[in-house]
């Protein structure tokens, strides 16, 4: 077994802190596009919904309650969160995720 120097300690040191941040990093931007995915997907879904259904069903009012109850730790499935979604499919009815360079989400 062979001791390394401290100058390739330090040098794997700074390699593994890197990879390390990378990852952390690569993860935040997954998961970040996985929840606008989510929530557009929402929206969009309110946004049919309440064309079929029209304004007076309280589509928002009764996804906010029943999404509520099922995921009652997630916090951002309020009313007006939810009115927040239905706004942002509305504004981007074709949503396209453009990911940086060397950041991929693999397909489901």
Not at 46 to 73: H, N, V
Not at 74 to 94: C, T, V, W
Request: glycine letters at 6%; hydrophobic letters at 40%; charged letters at 25%.
């Amino acid at each position: 077994m062979s001791l390394l120097s401290s100058n390739d300690y330090g040098r794997i040191l700074t390699d593994l802190k890197e990879k390390i941040r990378q990852a952390r990093l690569k993860a935040a931007v997954a998961v970040n596009t996985e929840l606008l995915s989510v929530y557009w997907e929402i929206g969009k879904t309110i946004l049919e919904q309440q064309q079929t259904e029209g304004w007076g069903a309280k589509i928002i009012d009764r996804l906010a309650a029943d999404l509520k109850a099922e995921f009652p730790d997630f916090k951002g499935l309020s009313i007006r969160n939810l009115k927040y979604m239905r706004a942002f499919a509305e504004a981007y009815p074709d949503l396209q995720i453009v990911l940086p360079p060397g950041y991929t989400i693999t397909e489901r």
